[in-house]
T-cell receptor, first 115, second 114 residues
Framework: GAGVSQSPRYKVTKRGQDVALRCDPI?????LYWYRQALGQGPEFLTY????????KSGLPNDRFSAERPEGSISTLTIQRTEQRDSAMYRC?????????????FGQGTRLTVV | KNQVEQSPQSLIILEGKNCTLQ??????????LRWYKQDTGRGPVSLTI?????NTKSNGRYTATLDADTKQSSLHITASQLSDSASYIC?????????????FGTGTKLQVIP
């Protein structure tokens, strides 16, 4: 597609439920990043992939969070047993190459609300 | 712990005035530093990128400076416009254990008023 696409745009879930957030990066982009952004805060890095390999997951808050990118394209961020503190905007970004200077393009995000 | 701190947290200026946003970081080693502009409800968009050897870089009315010795960067906006109202986020990238890791600042919320 023309840009980074995320779905769903909005997700309201009950505490304790699992959620899966999807990111469809720009076609051909090697690197894919997940961030989350609480209201009024800057983005918080979660994890990133080069192709299908998860390179850094040090930003994942705890083991309820996991991400995969099995074919090196679409990625899914899964949150198990959601808690209210998980409520945030979850953003995905992709970049063409692995070089550090390559610009990352961001998706519109998924607004997750845990009630 | 690698940190990126921005100041001020928020800023209101009159249209046409200049302003300077600050970013201090402790990320080490350092690969590059980007300034992003994030409009309300949108994803961040890159304004400038600077590497260790660069001291200043301009993008239209935006000028970023970098002092890698003191680990400080600034973003100067000249002749502000109403459309400059946004959050400005400083992002520092550095290698960590063989991988590239990004650390985000908390952002400065700028409001330009007529």
């Amino acid at each position: 597609g023309a840009g980074v696409s995320q779905s769903p745009r909005y997700k309201v879930t009950k505490r304790g439920q699992d959620v899966a957030l999807r990111c469809d990066p720009i076609s051909g982009h090697v690197s894919l990043y997940w961030y989350r952004q609480a209201l009024g805060q800057g983005p918080e890095f979660l994890t990133y992939f080069n192709y299908e390999a998860q390179q850094d997951k040090s930003g994942l808050p705890n083991d309820r969070f996991s991400a995969e990118r099995p074919e090196g394209s679409i990625s899914t961020l899964t949150i198990q047993r959601t808690e209210q503190r998980d409520s945030a905007m979850y953003r995905c970004a992709s970049s063409l190459a692995r070089q550090a200077s390559t610009e990352a393009f961001f998706g519109q995000g998924t607004r997750l609300t845990v009630v | 712990k690698n940190q990126v701190e921005q100041s001020p947290q928020s800023l209101i200026i009159l249209e046409g005035k200049n302003c300077t946003l600050q970013c201090n970081y402790t990320v080490s080693p350092f690969s590059n530093l980007r300034w992003y502009k994030q409009d309300t409800g949108r994803g961040p968009v890159s304004l400038t990128i600077m590497t260790f050897s660069e001291n200043t870089k301009s993008n239209g009315r935006y000028t970023a400076t970098l002092d890698a010795d003191t680990k400080q960067s600034s973003l100067h906006i000249t002749a502000s416009q109403l459309s400059d109202s946004a959050s400005y986020i400083c992002v520092v990238r550095g290698p960590s254990g063989g991988y590239q890791k990004v650390t985000f600042g908390t952002g400065t919320k700028l409001q330009v008023i007529p």
